[in-house]
């Protein structure tokens, strides 16, 4: 490696965590253009946001967005407690896009992710009670 | 630069960058648009043509990369009435069996690397957590977090390369 910035500064620049006018050094640099060249292609063919269809209480149908789609879909089935929540999780996966791709997080990481979601659905639930 | 050269550089580097980008996402004129957006608020100083076609992809390779990020990043409930469905892979497979060989790929070179470099890997392209704070997390100083990160990429990017499955590595 000649560069200093190869695997520092151009690889936060490249994730949206360095100086913006890092964008001119990585132009006019061989190695920094082939560090990025070489993160742009790998993160290309990374599974994207899985899509399944979730059907909360009050009848109309959304997509639930999220890298853990299928297993947030059950939480959120869990999450609406008493209330019928459908499709069920069986459900849910049957509707999940053929190609959905499993792109399992560490488990531990889960409880985070699930946190967040937990309270992205309270607000919602509040949204709708207050429709 | 001059506002009438810009127009004309841009109208000029479209169609290779759009192609460029349809070889990696699934929307490329979307991703174009944000591309020349940047491009045009920095403005960059280019004496001449090539070294303006290197900016543009400069910038080109972060966008998609930030495209990724804030799709993993978005838990968002979309009304399905919208239409909105996600694509399965930012890739642009031919089939949906070069998208399953690409991951079965990327698990394949993850299972051989140890458990800190595939933590990093996954905790900077699944979540939102930033080098920093995943640097924190394992107890590591920034620049070991950004190391393990592009020894894994290095990897999978080698691995994808063997088994053609990378984007045509010329613009
Ligand atoms: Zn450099």
């Known amino acids: 490696m000649s560069c200093e910035h190869a695997e520092t500064t151009t690889l936060l620049w490249l994730y949206g965590e360095g100086p913006e006018d890092h964008a001119a050094h990585v132009a006019e640099c061989a190695e920094c253009t082939e560090v990025s060249a070489l993160h742009a292609d790998v993160v290309a063919v990374l599974p994207e946001v899985e899509a399944v269809p979730v059907r909360p209480a009050n009848g109309s149908a959304w997509y639930l967005g999220g890298g853990l789609a299928l297993a947030a879909a059950a939480v959120l089935v869990a999450l609406v407690g008493g209330r019928p929540a459908e499709p069920t999780l069986d459900t849910a996966v049957a509707l999940a896009p053929a190609t959905t791709f499993e792109w399992q997080a560490p488990l531990s990481d889960l409880t985070d992710e699930l946190d967040a979601l937990d309270a992205e659905f309270a607000d919602l639930s509040d949204e709708l009670a207050n429709l | 630069m001059h506002a009438t050269l810009l127009d004309s550089r841009i109208d000029a580097l479209s169609p290779e960058l759009l192609a460029f980008l349809g070889r990696r996402t699934r929307e490329p004129e979307e991703l174009m648009q944000e591309v020349w957006l940047k491009v045009a608020r920095a403005n960059p100083d280019c004496p001449d043509d090539r070294s303006f076609r290197a900016y543009v992809f400069a910038v080109a390779r972060r966008q998609i990369i930030d495209a990724h990020r804030r799709r993993q990043a978005r838990v968002s409930l979309v009304p399905l009435d919208a239409g909105v469905r996600e694509p399965v892979s930012a890739a642009t497979p031919d089939s949906h069996a070069d998208a399953r060989r690409m991951l079965a790929v990327v698990e394949d070179t993850l299972a051989t690397l140890q458990p ?36 894994a990429v290095k990897a999978i990017g080698a ?13």
């Open chain 2, 116 to 151: 800190e470099v595939v933590e990093v890997f996954r905790w900077r392209t699944t979540h939102t957590l930033s080098f920093k704070e995943i640097a924190a997390r394992q107890g590591v100083p920034l620049n070991t977090a950004l190391g393990r990160h592009h020894r």
């Open chain 2, 159 to 171: 691995a994808l390369s063997q088994a053609g499955l990378r984007p045509e590595e010329s613009r």
